[in-house]
Every structure is written in structure tokens, then in C-alpha cells.
């Protein structure tokens, strides 16, 4: 089992900019590939980023490719995401999630977080 616990989210003004973050525990973390997901109200919920096992490799969504960053820090056991550049279209509820592969389908991964929000104002 991995737990993991998202913090970091909050209300920002549009342009703005937050750190999300994501402390796991459990099972040894270098062996998972990490992924962020997020979901609106009334929607799916969406991938948004992810870093390999070894943290050499990311992915990113279209929507958020050159606004956010991820980043993980093995000897803390965290996944991070740098939001910025914030639009009201990224508000959302942010998910991280533990798998075996970095992918975009969430189908992918076995451990997931309880959430936190973000709320972006125009």
C-alpha cells in the first residue's frame, strides 16, 4: 500500500501562481511513477502531468504544457506540481496518484490521494 496526502491548494487570482504538493508513504516511492489529475465540477476527471519512476521523464497535458512544472524529491518522498499562470479553467479539484508507468490514463494507477483544491478567480 502507498498513502498518499496532497496539500497546497487554495484560492488564487487568475495569472497567479501555486505549489502543490504530495508526500507518500508506504512502499518504497522510487518505484512508482507519479502522475496529477484533476477534476472540475460536472466533469471527468483529467490528466494533467507525469514523471517517471526515476524522475527522468515527464508528460503533460496540452492545456497545461509551459504553465505547470512537476517535480518529485525521492529523498522526501514527494511529487510536487508548480501551477502557473493560473486561468479560471484550471480550477479543479488535484488528485495525485502512484502507478508502475508514467501515463496519461488514470486507469494506469493503483494509489490515489485524497484530493485539494484549487480555485482560480477571474
Known amino acids: 500500500q502507498v498513502q498518499l496526502v496532497e496539500s497546497g491548494g487554495g484560492l488564487v487570482q487568475a495569472g497567479g501562481s501555486l505549489r502543490l504538493s504530495c508526500a507518500a508513504s508506504?512502499?518504497?516511492?522510487?518505484?512508482?511513477?507519479m502522475g496529477w489529475f484533476r477534476q472540475a465540477p460536472g466533469k471527468e476527471r483529467e490528466f494533467v502531468a507525469a514523471i517517471r519512476r526515476s524522475g527522468g521523464g515527464t508528460l503533460y497535458a496540452d492545456s497545461v504544457k509551459g504553465r505547470f512544472t512537476i517535480s518529485r524529491d525521492t529523498a522526501k518522498n514527494t511529487v510536487s506540481l508548480q501551477l502557473n499562470s493560473l486561468k479560471p479553467a484550471d480550477t479543479a479539484v488535484y488528485y495525485c496518484?502512484?502507478?508502475?508507468?508514467?501515463?496519461?490514463?488514470?486507469?494506469?494507477?493503483?494509489?490515489w490521494g485524497q484530493g485539494t483544491q484549487v480555485t482560480v478567480s477571474s
Open positions: 496518484a502512484a502507478g508502475p508507468y508514467d501515463s496519461i490514463s488514470s486507469r494506469e494507477y493503483n494509489y
Open positions: 508506504g512502499r518504497t516511492f522510487s518505484n512508482y511513477a
